[in-house]
């Protein structure tokens, strides 16, 4: 998956899924399909890529690209386990090579990377190198605009709501990358195509509690970050107390905004 989570531990990461439909809707947007060379930008655990690996077939390759080696390595064992072979991991700094070692590439797709970019402006630059004529950027970067999204009373989810984006803040993001990519774009040359909003729904999807996993995976990066202590770590109560909130509120609460943008060079 994305810089962000991956940097902590890959094995953290392998139940952060809940945002794939919205990755497929953006790949289906950016015509992600056979036979292409497709980069994923800041890869983690491959989740992506093998999304994107499933779409382009065993005419087409897979590249993906971190700078963590223990993502590195989770990515290729679970891609083994599934069953993919046009796939090809990297260990890469994004920031710090100066050179990518792909060949031209059809695409370069990423989930949450850029926002963790110090000089994201220049990396786009140099991916505009590697893409072929006509060629296409597809990232999906979240933001916190516009949220939490609620009706009524929220103190729990609310405040492990601002612990999220406190620790995302410490850790040097750009809570507002999904907003400023479409114009950052344009004025690097590239044509946008499509730029799109989808809110996420704290509470069950798919008959999983997904925001208390996104809690879950986070909570070693918000001790890091000071945010929590360890004591504040009771997963079984905090469950029960989201639950009861959203049961009490007859209504959903919506976490963040997960922002498309494709566009053409």
């Known amino acids: 998956m994305s810089l962000d989570q991956v940097k902590y531990g890959a094995k953290q990461v392998m139940k952060m899924n809940r945002v794939d439909h919205v990755t497929v809707q953006l790949l289906e947007e950016a015509q992600i399909s056979a036979g292409m060379h497709v980069l994923d930008l800041g890869c ?27 993502a590195i390595a989770e990515a290729q064992k679970q891609t083994v386990r599934a069953g993919f072979d046009n796939i090809e991991f990297t260990v890469c700094d994004l920031e710090g090579d100066s050179a990518l070692p792909v060949p031209l590439l059809d695409a370069v797709v990423g989930r949450r990377v850029l926002m963790y970019l110090q000089n994201r402006t220049g990396l786009l630059k140099r991916l505009s190198t590697r893409l072929k004529p006509n060629g296409t ?44 990519l479409p114009v950052e774009l344009s004025c690097l040359g590239f044509e946008v195509t499509h730029v799109g909003a989808t809110g996420l ?50 209504s959903v609460y919506v976490t963040d905004l997960a922002c498309s943008v494709v566009a053409k060079l």
């Open 137 to 180: 950027i597809a990232f999906q970067e979240h933001c916190r605009t516009m949220t939490p999204g609620r009706i009524g009373v929220w103190p729990v989810h609310d405040l492990w709501y601002k612990r999220v984006w406190d620790t995302v803040l410490f850790e040097g993001a750009d809570p507002d990358t999904g907003l400023r």
């Open 201 to 250: 729904i704290a509470g069950f999807e798919r008959g999983r509690h997904t925001f208390l996993e996104f809690v879950q995976m986070m909570i070693p990066r918000m001790v890091k970050a000071g945010v929590i202590n360890e004591s504040q770590t009771d997963l079984g109560e905090l469950a029960h107390q989201m639950n009861m909130e959203r049961s009490s509120n007859e």
């Open 44 to 70: 983690g655990s491959g989740d992506v890529s093998r999304l994107i690996a499933a779409r382009v077939g065993k005419s087409g390759r897979v590249y993906g690209f971190d700078r963590s080696v223990e």
